[in-house]
């Protein structure tokens, strides 16, 4: 019975030198810097940020990163079209804009679901300021008013979303 209690004997001559091996073991492990390296790095951040002005904070934890997300989210919620004017009488009426005037290769942005009337109430400002005889299209091919904008880019202008705006001669 007493020896089932007792340590063999080998393991007995083993134990002071597993002791002195585990105070061997390093205190500092070969990729110990790179830790200590990000940390410090981490805390010259923060430090530089706590006292840096504050404009320049605000400028980083509001500005840019609302300016990059409104950014992507009008890239992923809207389609960009070019709008050009062929004929000089058909251009929006800019009597009422003190500095700006018509130009041509102007941004709009619309969501999937518009259509080109949408579009033509966008350039005119209002449905009512739209003039009778004017159409819309690309390379050649004119759209109905009632066609889905972006299937119609698609599909007539090569997926090149610049759009003329002309006067139909056969309806003044």
């Known amino acids: 019975l007493s020896r089932l209690v007792q340590p063999p004997r080998g393991l007995v001559a083993l134990q002071p030198l597993l002791c002195t091996m585990a105070s061997a073991l390093p205190k500092r492990w070969a990729w110990t810097f790179l830790k200590e390296g990000i940390s410090f790095r981490a805390g010259r951040l923060y430090e530089t940020f706590w006292n840096s002005q504050s404009n320049v904070?605000?400028?980083?934890?509001?500005?840019?990163?609302?300016?990059?997300?409104w950014v992507r989210w009008r890239a992923e919620t809207q389609y960009k079209y070019n709008?050009?004017?062929?004929?000089?009488?058909?251009?929006?009426?800019?009597?009422?804009?003190?500095?700006?005037?018509?130009?041509?290769?102007?941004?709009?942005?619309?969501p999937a679901m518009a259509t080109v009337k949408d579009l033509k109430d966008a350039v005119y400002d209002s449905a009512d300021k739209v003039p009778k005889a004017v159409r819309a299209g690309c390379y050649?091919?004119?759209?109905?008013?009632?066609?889905?904008?972006?299937?119609?880019?698609?599909?007539?202008?090569?997926?090149?979303?610049?759009?003329?705006?002309?006067?139909e001669e056969t309806e003044k």
Do not use: H
């Not at 904070?57 to 997300?69: H, I, Q, S």
């Not at 050649?140 to 610049?162: I, Q, W, Y």
């Open 57 to 69: 904070k605000y400028t980083v934890l509001f500005l840019y990163p609302g300016a990059l997300f």
């Open 83 to 110: 709008i050009f004017i062929a004929d000089k009488s058909v251009e929006p009426d800019n009597s009422q804009n003190l500095w700006s005037t018509w130009k041509n290769g102007s941004t709009f942005y619309f």
């Open 140 to 167: 050649g091919r004119m759209m109905e008013d009632s066609d889905n904008l972006a299937l119609a880019v698609r599909t007539f202008c090569k997926r090149d979303p610049k759009i003329v705006l002309w006067e």
